[in-house]
């Protein structure tokens, strides 16, 4: 069994910025902790970009402190607010392919992890050019069994206006490129929506999950009556997330983590017994 945490749209901002009220730094640094303290076994985390809100070097600095610290395995793509150049230069380890982009493969046991960049500097939208395309068909070729994808940039429209309008224009260039190897594309990761998201796209699933700072909300939009969804981007401050992939040669399960719950835990097992009088052993008499 693999396990990998995907965390996005983190966001993070200089000292002694905030970001729509918020505090990205704190929020990332509850994240990793929450990690560490449950899944401390994960083979792999992923960040799919807009690592850093204005992509300046001492949020990149503020954002690489806290994984360092962590000791988790982790990958970080770029999204449309970093500045690959600056990330490049700032966070240690980062990846860098031979044209320069963020990009690259990551074997965990037969599992080929491929990240993808798909930033566009000076626009908000993504994009997978010739070049991006043809290093992911020769790593493609180059591998055999199954593949999972990580990208900033979802691939398709999802029913909000705005952001479908900032997502993959490159989307059928990229399904041309995977089209051969069907069979073997078991998932893609991305962020970008900051929203729990789940489905199919051609065929393929894909989730996506919260981000660390502030989240899109959907007042207005996923209309399927002919009326207008708003033109509006409108953001929410709902409690920060990330999502944790348990994936073997027959499943993948996808778990949504909310973090900054603060409920205390009980037993539901302990709680039903004593209030109802009875046992949740269904072979109890
Ligand atoms: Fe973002």
């Given at each position: 069994m693999i396990k990998i945490v995907?965390?996005?749209?983190?966001?993070?901002?200089?000292?002694?910025?905030?970001?729509?009220?918020?505090?990205?730094?704190e929020r990332l640094s509850r994240t990793i902790a929450d990690i560490r303290a449950n899944h401390e076994d994960a083979d792999l985390c992923v960040v799919t970009g807009d690592l850093a809100h204005w992509g300046e070097a001492e949020a990149y600095d503020a954002f690489a402190e806290r994984w360092a610290a962590a000791g988790l395995p982790a990958v970080f793509l770029i999204g449309n607010h970093d500045d690959r150049e600056v990330f490049q230069a700032s966070v240690p380890g980062a990846m860098v392919?031979?044209?320069?982009?963020?990009?690259?493969?990551?074997?965990?046991?037969?599992?080929?992890?491929?990240?993808?960049?798909?930033?566009t500097p000076g626009s908000h939208m993504g994009s997978l050019c010739e070049r991006r395309r043809a290093r992911l068909t020769r790593i493609?070729?180059?591998?055999?069994?199954?593949?999972?994808?990580?990208?900033?940039h979802p691939p398709l429209a999802v029913g909000v206006a705005?952001?479908?309008?900032?997502?993959?224009?490159d989307a059928d260039g990229l399904a041309a490129v995977l089209e051969p190897h069907r069979a073997r594309i078991r998932?893609?990761?991305?962020?970008?929506?900051?929203?729990?998201?789940?489905?199919?796209w051609r065929g393929w699933p894909f989730s996506g999950t919260r981000g660390?700072?502030?989240?899109?909300?959907l007042d207005g939009h996923l209309r399927v009556d002919g009326r207008p969804a708003?033109?509006?981007?409108?953001?929410?401050?709902?409690?920060?997330?990330?999502?944790v992939a348990?994936?073997?040669?027959?499943?993948?399960?996808?778990?949504f983590v909310d973090v900054l719950d603060d409920d205390a835990r009980f037993s539901l097992v302990a709680e039903e017994t004593v209030g109802r009088g009875y046992a949740l052993d269904m072979g109890a008499e």
């Open positions: 995907h965390v996005s749209d983190t966001h993070v901002v200089a000292e002694p910025h905030r970001l729509y009220g918020l505090d990205p730094r392919d031979e044209d320069g982009f963020v990009q690259g493969a990551r074997r965990i046991g037969d599992l080929t992890c491929l990240f993808l960049d798909t930033v493609l070729a180059e591998t055999s069994g199954d593949v999972a994808i990580f990208l900033h705005p952001m479908d309008a900032i997502a993959l224009v998932h893609l990761f991305f962020g970008h929506l900051h929203r729990p998201i789940s489905g199919t660390v700072n502030h989240q899109l909300a708003s033109d509006d981007i409108v953001g929410s401050r709902e409690p920060p997330g990330y999502a348990l994936i073997d040669d027959r499943s993948t399960v996808v778990h």
